[in-house]
């Protein structure tokens, strides 16, 4: 099943935390890539226009879908 986190963009990050939070803003869709203090990394995508927000674990692959209320 194809997911936003599928879209997640590519290049250089628009910005980079100190905490090493890198975020993408393309239009109203906000991508993130971060570090779990168990150090996996996970993509986070939030699309205001659908109302959800997608977080899939880098290392298992696994998506979960959240809804915005």
Known sequence: MMTKSDDFPTGDPSYTSP?????WF???TTY???PAPDGRRFKRVQAP?????YVTDLQTGLTTIDEEE
């Open 32 to 34: 993130q890539e971060f």
């Open 26 to 28: 393309r239009g109203l």
């Open 49 to 53: 226009r659908e109302k959800k927000i």
């Open 19 to 23: 905490e090493g939070i890198k975020c």
